[in-house]
């Protein structure tokens, strides 16, 4: 593994999903085989392979307190791209003085991970007038989970993460995307833990030959995105989670 400090010239970005996102990293040791975020290689000159690097903004905490002074307030998405509690988030701690930043400030924030280090900062999460944690959750089957998100946490620790927060009191939802196969099993694992669930299909085609390598391909159709997305969807409503395909 890579490690580089860099120092930014800005942290809050504009988003097209919420007002802003916050990026204190660049790459992402999660290594998932589909991620839409390799491109960021082109603009930051890394010749390593993706999941094998990441820089880390070591003034995101100075940029921020000033930019939550002059900005408009928003809600502030941790984060789009590069897992904000992979982790190297352990050692940096740039997500916790950046969440605390905006805590303090009364911004909203949308934290979205794959990683149960985010309980790490349940004290703050739990202090937030306007906060809500997500957990990316792709499958429910381990050795799917396992090959296409090399690098990330068991599937459990995140579904165990998600009961600690609600049972916290703290608005929890899960985005399941990209939809995987064998994710039917979430059903039973989520109900309870989660305010709301989102099923989209995300498929950005890097991870297709993978999908043909395990004899998976015919997840990869417009066929089962239908008849399997419809189900998943089905079967929360009757677990009673509130649940919304996006495509
Ligand atoms: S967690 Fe997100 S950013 Fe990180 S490797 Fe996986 S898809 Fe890419």
Redo the contacts with the bound molecule.
């Keep these: 593994m890579i490690v580089n400090e860099i120092r930014a010239k800005t942290i809050l970005s504009k988003s097209q999903i919420y007002d802003y996102a916050l990026n204190a990293y660049v790459g992402?040791l999660?290594?998932?085989l589909?991620?839409?975020?390799k491109f960021m290689k082109r603009f930051t000159g890394h010749r390593e392979p993706?999941?094998a690097f990441v820089d880390a903004k070591v003034n995101a905490p100075e940029l921020l307190a000033a930019e939550v002074a002059r900005k408009r307030k928003g809600r502030v998405w941790i984060s789009g791209?590069?897992?904000a509690y992979?982790r190297i988030e352990e050692n940096y701690r740039l997500t916790r003085s950046c969440l605390e930043i905006l805590v303090d400030h009364g911004w909203p924030v949308t934290v979205q991970t794959?990683s149960p280090l985010v309980l790490r900062d349940i004290d703050i999460l739990k202090r937030a007038a306007d906060v809500e944690v997500g957990f990316?959750i792709t499958t429910a089957d381990e050795k799917v989970r396992r090959i296409f998100?090399p690098?990330?946490p068991p599937i459990t620790k995140r579904v165990e993460a998600l009961a600690t927060l609600h049972a916290a009191g703290i608005s929890t939802f899960v985005m399941i995307a990209p939809f995987l196969p064998h994710a039917d099993g979430l059903v039973e694992m989520l109900a309870g833990k989660v305010d709301h669930v989102l099923i989209d299909k995300y498929n950005y085609h890097y991870a297709d030959w993978a999908y043909r390598k395990h004899g998976m391909q015919d997840a990869l159709t417009g066929e089962f995105f239908a008849r399997a997305g419809d189900d998943l969807q089905r079967a929360f409503k009757r677990a009673a989670v509130a649940c919304r395909k996006l495509y």
């Design positions: 992402c999660h290594n998932c589909y991620c839409y975020a993706w999941g791209v590069c897992d992979q794959k990316t998100e690098g990330a």
